[in-house]
């Protein structure tokens, strides 16, 4: 049986592919671990490997995906709009250890890569771009990087279940993460990437009246200003 947000990720996939003024460039829901039907299960494998303690917000927005590969783009003239999911199983995310880096691993920046836990990326679009969670003592909830290689690691001000929540709202517009990154002139990333956001959410907003992207837009707006007023 479907857990709540593999229905909800099912029916944002299917609200993209119903949408003429988008082409599906990959879609690949890979395997599902079936033996893993709670999020508790997950977690009897994770402690397995993970000695610390796992925060209960993993255990929200729960889904069974090995790996989910979802890719569109909008067709012409707007084709320079694209968006992507990659998402892994929070127990393989965790349990596979720390992405591979070409960091010194004795670097301040090294140490802090080496700690991520990888839980979505974006292979179809060669951005260079992931996100990953990082555990830490005596937190309700995992700190939430974002990972450009025109930047570097950003710290998000997301949960992990709410940057899941985010995923479908957006349809995984690309570099909608730094919506919940601290405006900083000195990123970017985050330059490079606001113009485009402003017309993806545009875009969005048009094909999906549904779906409410007014916070996301007055993030936009918040950053943009903070940005242009700091350069």
């Not at 690949?28 to 994770?46: S, T």
């Not at 909008?74 to 990659?86: L, N, R, T, Y």
């Not at 260079?128 to 909830?141: E, F, I, K, P, V």
Request: net charge negative; with cysteine; proline share 5%.
């Amino acid at each position: 049986m479907e857990t709540e947000y593999e229905i909800r990720l099912r029916e944002t996939v299917d609200q993209v592919e119903a949408c003429n003024s988008i082409q599906i460039e990959e879609y690949d829901r890979g395997p599902i671990a079936v033996y893993m039907e709670q999020a508790e299960d997950a977690f009897k494998i994770i402690r397995l490997v993970q000695d610390a303690a796992l925060p209960n917000e993993l255990t929200r927005n729960f889904h069974r995906f090995s790996r989910l590969l979802f890719s569109w783009r909008a067709a012409s003239p707007f084709d320079k709009i694209a968006g992507e999911f990659h998402i892994v199983h929070i127990a393989e995310a965790i349990v596979r250890g720390p992405q591979s880096s070409s960091f010194d691993p004795d670097s301040e920046l090294g140490q802090l890569i080496g700690e991520f836990r990888v839980f979505e990326t974006h292979p179809t679009g060669g951005t260079g771009t992931y996100s990953a969670l990082r555990l830490t003592h005596n937190q309700d909830s995992p700190e939430i990087w974002y990972f450009d290689i025109r930047q570097g690691p950003t710290r998000l001000d997301i949960s992990y279940s709410e940057y899941l929540d985010v995923m479908l709202h957006t349809k995984g517009l690309y570099n909608w993460q730094y919506l919940f990154a601290t405006p900083d002139k000195e990123n970017y990333g985050m330059r490079a990437s606001l113009p485009n956001l402003h017309d993806g959410l545009e875009f969005l907003t048009r094909k999906f009246p549904d779906t409410d992207l007014t916070d996301l837009r007055d993030r936009w707006r918040e950053r943009m200003r903070l940005v242009n007023e700091e350069a």
